[in-house]
């Protein structure tokens, strides 16, 4: 009986949670922005209450974890510790940072990744158990970027070392998130509008399919670097012989090949996906509909397309979270983005800086992939009630 109420989940969150908790370092402070950090514990890193009352909500998540409580009831203490460590960190930059001392920096350790990790594991096995609706994955996720912005406002964060490095470079922060996501998302419209036609190319002439869809596996196996590298020189000819060309953007070095080469590597999985999505079409139903009179062009656009839209959907998926994590690639080559503040913390050896530039562009990802999916979702029950009609 005991065994049959522990759950094996649970034990590995509870084995990644509790060291983080009582052995791991939560915080790292350093005097200045430069100099080696010092690890600091929970129990030193908090005023005693609200190390009391974070060691309490962690007992209490493991427990729900640990003794398979029902569903909602573990979504609920996965987001209460969630919120608290998030809440903890701020409160320990905030103790630990000397009162008008403007130079000293905390950041979070690997005790505060393990417990965010931990936590997030059972957050998702719960919701991966309870398969909320589409919509309602949605709302959750604009749900959790909401209560980030509020805590983010309530001035929580405002010691950490990240909030810091983020407050000196706010305009430049909003200007790289600007490059990114038109990087990100420019290409995927471009790769979008040239893809799709190509697609309904490769369905209809089968002798193309195989030539078009070989040439671009071959440009999907050229590395990121290496393909911006062969862009630099015919770009830097067009802007250097073609009048107008460098006014425009045209250049060897910045967004032109970066934006490029997202596109070049974009192509295939719509493509792809177009041909499977039609392919897969029933062609009962598309006989049906030229029995009632309707030309290809009616049946491609009324019947094939809406019924391929899930393919399709998954192919725009997996292109824009592969675009957000590659734009970031772009700063080597003068691109922008946040890949500016990742290169520039690696430089100079800033993990929070590093930070400045990971963490939006995996929100980014992250929230591009939930949307995704659940339209994806949608537009499946809508090709089931199209095909069942």
């Known amino acids: 009986m005991i065994k049959q109420k522990i759950d094996k989940l649970g034990v590995v969150i509870a084995l990644i949670a509790m060291p983080a908790l009582l052995f791991v370092p939560f915080v790292t402070f350093k005097a200045n922005r430069i100099v080696q950090g010092q690890p600091v514990w929970v129990f030193s890193a908090l005023p005693a209450w609200a190390a009391a009352c974070l060691t309490l909500v962690v007992v209490a998540v ?53 417990l965010l990790f931990a936590f997030s594991m059972l957050l998702i096995d719960a919701l991966a158990r309870l398969r909320p609706r589409p919509l309602v994955r949605i709302f959750l996720l604009l749900a959790g970027l909401v209560l980030l912005g509020l805590l983010a406002r309530s001035g929580v964060w405002n010691e950490l070392s990240l909030l810091k490095e983020f407050s000196s470079r706010a305009d430049s922060f909003w200007r790289e998130a600007w490059r990114h996501l038109a990087l990100a998302v420019g290409s995927l419209v471009t790769a979008f509008a040239m893809g799709l036609p190509l697609g309904i190319l490769c369905y209809r002439v089968e002798r193309l399919r195989a030539a078009i869809l070989n040439v671009l596996n071959v440009i999907q196996t050229i590395p990121s670097i290496a393909l911006f590298g062969l862009l630099i020189a015919p770009l830097g000819w067009i802007a250097a012989n073609l009048p107008g060309a460098s006014e425009l953007g045209i250049r060897g070095i910045g967004a032109a090949p970066a934006f490029i080469a997202l596109v070049l590597y974009a192509l295939l999985p719509i493509v792809a996906n177009t041909v499977s999505g039609l392919v897969g079409v029933d062609t009962a139903v598309s006989n049906a509909a030229k029995g009632l009179g309707m030309t290809d062009g009616q049946i491609l656009r009324r019947i094939e397309l809406p019924l391929a839209m899930p393919a399709i959907l998954t192919a725009i998926r997996i292109v824009l979270v592969q675009n957000i994590g590659m734009a970031t690639i772009a700063a080597l080559i003068g691109g922008g983005g946040f890949g500016v503040f990742v290169f520039h913390g690696i430089g100079q050896t800033a993990t929070d800086l590093v930070l400045l530039g990971a963490l939006p562009t995996v929100a980014l990802a992250l929230s591009a992939a939930v949307i995704m999916d659940a339209l994806t979702e949608l537009a499946t029950r809508a090709r089931k009630e199209i095909a069942t009609a």
Not at 64 to 89: E, F, N, Y
Not at 91 to 110: D, K, M, Q, W, Y
Request: charged share 10%.
């Open 62 to 114: 493991l427990v729900s974890a640990i003794l398979k409580a029902g569903v909602l009831v573990r979504m609920i203490a996965a987001c209460l510790g969630l919120v608290t460590v998030l809440v903890a960190i701020g409160l320990a930059a905030s103790f630990l940072t000397p009162e008008g001392n403007s130079f000293a920096r905390v950041s979070t350790a690997s005790g505060f990744w393990m």
